[in-house]
């Protein structure tokens, strides 16, 4: 089914949005739409995520790309491309001057398809979204990524959630984001970043001017990380998104993250999901959310801000005109807060 499929995209010319999602086309199928892509002249998106066309599938495809001058979008999730795949891909993205957007997750595993890949960032100048979650990277791939960022003026969005950069990965694209003014979106969503790798990108967000989007969730950080992210909230103008779920700021880093929310005026989005930020943590953010007017979305699930967390919200809640979610589940409250703006949504 595959092959005729590939094969009919020869002679359509309408066709601009394929999705193939979990399809089992292999290899042979993966070559079909290979060479597909060189006489189609009007498909735009292609996704073949879980179709395991292996590096055979990702080599004819090296081929493709460089003929094709239409696709801008590419989605080859769960494919298996290996080593192999990945190096075909990185030296197809030279000489493509059309595609935007790939999406490579789960696909390389640790093997030498990244570091190819990151070098070819270094080269290109189109693809503006690059998703590499979940190919257990290292800390040496990732500086390899943080290298190629001081030198790529087009990414704007990048995900490198579960790879396991660890520290030393986290301080190296830290020091790449001092440098970088292109990339808006950023995803290290558990990458075991811990003390050193939060503290370099708090850092990072002092001096960097172009972040929107940050997700630091399960990463291993602390208190003190919790303070040096205040710090730059002080200082950063242009995050909006903040996710900092599944980490261990507790208490002393939760006060300090909501004293900063008085002081900022960009911030939209919050997640602050499971910090253990307790009773007091929950009567400084209801205390920052008088005095703040621009935070919207604010997740404060698992905190266990218990009845005095919950009463300092129910009495903000009167105040408030800006925030439209919160999310206080499983927080020991006990009774159900009244807010006085009918379009919040209060999840409990």
């Not at 290899?27 to 079909?32: D, F, M, Q, V, Y």
């Not at 708090?202 to 001096?207: E, T």
């Not at 242009?238 to 911030?267: F, M, P, V």
Request: aromatic share 6%; glycine share 8%; with cysteine.
């Amino acid at each position: 089914g595959g092959i005729a499929l590939a094969d009919s995209l020869c002679k359509n010319s309408t066709l601009t949005s394929l999705n193939l999602y979990w399809n089992s086309i292999g290899p042979e199928g993966g070559k079909a739409f290979a060479d597909a892509l060189c006489k189609n002249s009007s498909l735009k998106d292609l996704n073949l995520n879980k179709n395991w066309i292996k590096s055979e599938g990702g080599k004819a495809l090296e081929n493709a790309l460089c003929k094709n001058s239409t696709l801008t979008s590419l989605d080859l999730q769960n494919n298996f491309l290996g080593s192999e795949g990945g190096k075909a891909l990185a030296n197809a993205l030279c000489k493509n001057s059309t595609l935007t957007s790939l999406d490579l997750q789960n696909n390389f595993h640790g093997s030498e398809g990244e570091k190819a890949l990151a070098n070819t960032l270094c080269k290109n100048s189109i693809l503006t979204s690059l998703d590499l979650q979940n190919n257990f990277l290292g800390s040496e791939e990732g500086k390899a990524l943080a290298d190629a960022l001081c030198k790529n003026s087009t990414l704007t969005s990048l995900n490198l959630s579960s790879n396991k950069l660890g520290s030393k990965g986290g301080k190296a694209l830290a020091d790449a984001f001092c440098k970088n003014s292109t990339l808006v979106s950023l995803n290290l969503y558990n990458n075991y970043l811990r003390s050193e790798g939060g503290k370099a990108l708090a850092d990072a967000l002092c001096k960097n001017s172009t972040l929107t989007s940050l997700n630091l969730s399960d990463n291993y950080l602390e208190s003190k990380e919790g303070k040096a992210l205040a710090d730059a909230l002080y200082k950063n103008c242009t995050l909006k998104y903040l996710n900092l779920a599944l980490n261990n700021l507790r208490q002393e880093g939760g006060i300090a993250l909501a004293d900063s929310l008085c002081k900022n005026s960009t911030l939209t989005s919050l997640n602050f999901y499971w910090n253990s930020i307790g009773p007091e943590g929950g009567k400084a953010f209801a205390d920052a959310l008088c005095k703040n007017s621009s935070l919207k979305d604010l997740n404060l699930n698992k905190n266990w801000i218990k009845s005095e967390g919950g009463k300092a919200f129910d009495n903000v809640l009167c105040k408030n005109s800006t925030l439209i979610s919160l999310d206080i589940q499983e927080n020991d409250i006990f009774f159900k807060l009244r807010p006085n703006n009918p379009n919040i949504k209060i999840i409990e």
